[in-house]
């Protein structure tokens, strides 16, 4: 008997980068978008886009029968860090948009509540897989560029 597995995921936030994350959860066949949490009505148009449940807060997500795996936390900095404190609170991993926090104290905080969750929190930092950010960080290591003075 085959069954196939994925990872639960919802997407916090409609902004800019939240509906780039529910497609490319939405085009991954290990994952499945199981809804978005935004309290904006404009966010309604977003779910809909993505065939996908819209809840107005964590809380109301976190009550119902769509309790994702993981969340991708895409609001403002400012929320970040209370927002991925709920989410792991309520048994949810985080992968969280940069900056992880607004202040070095919150973010410090922020990755001492997951340790203690024994949850997963990640920061979304793409561009460190970009190649020509890996070419870069190659040409430094060998010193091929030379001394670097700016």
């Keep these: 008997m085959?069954?196939?597995t994925y990872v639960k995921i919802a997407v916090i936030g409609t902004g800019l980068i939240?509906?780039?994350?529910?497609?490319?959860?939405?085009?991954?066949?290990?994952?499945?978008?199981?809804?978005?949490v935004d309290p904006d009505p404009a966010a309604k148009s977003v779910a809909t886009k993505f065939k996908t449940t819209l809840y107005p807060s964590i809380a109301d997500m976190?009550?119902?029968?769509?309790?994702?795996?993981?969340?991708?936390?895409?609001?403002?900095?400012?929320?970040?860090?209370?927002l991925s404190k709920e989410l792991l609170d309520g048994g949810v991993h985080v992968l969280v948009e940069k900056p992880i926090s607004t202040d070095i104290a919150s973010g410090q905080d922020l990755v001492?509540?997951?340790?203690?969750s024994g949850l997963k929190l990640l920061v979304g930092h793409h561009r460190r897989f970009n190649p020509y950010v890996v070419a870069t960080k190659r040409a430094l290591e060998?010193?091929?560029l030379g001394k670097i003075i700016a």
């Design 2 to 4: 085959s069954f196939q």
């Design 18 to 36: 939240g509906p780039r994350h529910a497609l490319s959860i939405s085009e991954n066949p290990e994952a499945q978008l199981v809804c978005i």
């Design 62 to 82: 976190l009550s119902s029968p769509h309790k994702p795996d993981a969340a991708i936390v895409c609001t403002p900095n400012h929320t970040h860090v209370a």
């Design 112 to 116: 001492t509540h997951a340790e203690r």
């Design 142 to 144: 060998e010193g091929s």
